[in-house]
T-cell receptor
Framework: AQSVSQHNHHVILSEAASLELGCNYS??????LFWYVQYPGQHLQLLLK??????LVKGIKGFEAEFIKSKFSFNLRKPSVQWSDTAEYFC??????????FGGGTRLMVKP | NAGVTQTPKFQVLKTGQSMTLQCAQD?????MSWYRQDPGMGLRLIHY???????DQGEVPNGYNVSRSTTEDFPLRLLSAAPSQTSVYFC????????????FGQGTRLTVV
C-alpha cells in the first residue's frame, strides 16, 4: 500500500522568507504526485501536480515542487512567502487506477 | 458550474443518532469519494465509487455506508454516530481515480456529543 509522510506539521515563517515543505512517499511503481492547499474555512484546491516529464513542476501562486525519484520525494517550495499563503498544505499520491493517499498535512502560518 | 456541493456545512449529533451527508457533482464525473479530515492525519478515504451502482471501501469504512444510484449523487450515511466520528468530511469527484485533478466539496464539520 502506498503511504505519504509530511515531516513538518507546523511551520511559522515571516513574510518574504523562503519555504520548503517536505513530502516523501512509499511506493515503488509509477506514481502521480500532487500538492493541495486548504485556506482557512475553504475546501482543498489543487496547487500543482506531477505526472511525467520535467521533474520540476511549477504551480499557481509562485509555488513549485521537485520530484526526486531516487529519494521518493516531492518537496514543495516557494522563494518568498506572503501572509496570504497561510494555509494547510497536503501532499498526495496515487498510482494508476488507485485513489489519492494524503499526507498528514502541514499548517503554514506566515507572520506579516 | 457548481462543482461539488456538500450539505450540511455543520452538524451536531447525539451519540447513537443516524444521519446522511449529501454530496452532489454536476461535472459528470464517474469517480466519487468520501474522506474524513482529522488533525495531523490528513485526509483518510472512507468509501469510494467508480460509477453508478458500484461502491467500495476505503481506509476507514467502519460505521459508514454509501450508495451510488446516480452519477451525480454520493451520500454518506452514519448508521449510529459515535464521538470518534467527530471530524470534517469532504466529498470529492474526478473523471477517474488517477485523473489529473480531484475536485472537493466545501466540507461538513460534524460533531458527535
Amino acid at each position: 500500500a502506498q503511504s505519504v509522510s509530511q515531516h513538518n506539521h507546523h511551520v511559522i515563517l515571516s513574510e518574504a522568507a523562503s519555504l520548503e515543505l517536505g513530502c516523501n512517499y512509499s511506493y515503488g511503481g509509477t506514481v502521480n504526485l500532487f500538492w493541495y492547499v486548504q485556506y482557512p474555512g475553504q475546501h482543498l484546491q489543487l496547487l500543482l501536480k506531477y505526472f511525467s516529464g520535467d521533474p520540476l513542476v511549477k504551480g499557481i501562486k509562485g509555488f513549485e515542487a521537485e520530484f526526486i525519484k531516487s529519494k521518493f520525494s516531492f518537496n514543495l517550495r516557494k522563494p518568498s512567502v506572503q501572509w496570504s499563503d497561510t494555509a494547510e498544505y497536503f501532499c498526495a499520491v496515487n498510482n494508476a487506477g488507485n485513489m489519492l493517499t494524503f499526507g498528514g498535512g502541514t499548517r503554514l502560518m506566515v507572520k506579516p | 458550474n457548481a462543482g461539488v456541493t456538500q450539505t450540511p456545512k455543520f452538524q451536531v449529533l447525539k451519540t447513537g443518532q443516524s444521519m446522511t451527508l449529501q454530496c452532489a457533482q454536476d461535472m459528470n464525473h464517474e469517480y466519487m469519494s468520501w474522506y474524513r479530515q482529522d488533525p495531523g492525519m490528513g485526509l483518510r478515504l472512507i468509501h469510494y465509487s467508480v460509477g453508478a451502482g458500484i461502491t467500495d471501501q476505503g481506509e476507514v469504512p467502519n460505521g459508514y455506508n454509501v450508495s451510488r444510484s446516480t452519477t451525480e449523487d454520493f451520500p454518506l450515511r452514519l448508521l449510529s454516530a459515535a464521538p470518534s466520528q467527530t471530524s470534517v468530511y469532504f466529498c470529492a469527484s474526478s473523471l477517474w481515480p488517477s485523473a489529473p485533478e480531484a475536485f472537493f466539496g466545501q466540507g461538513t464539520r460534524l460533531t458527535v456529543v
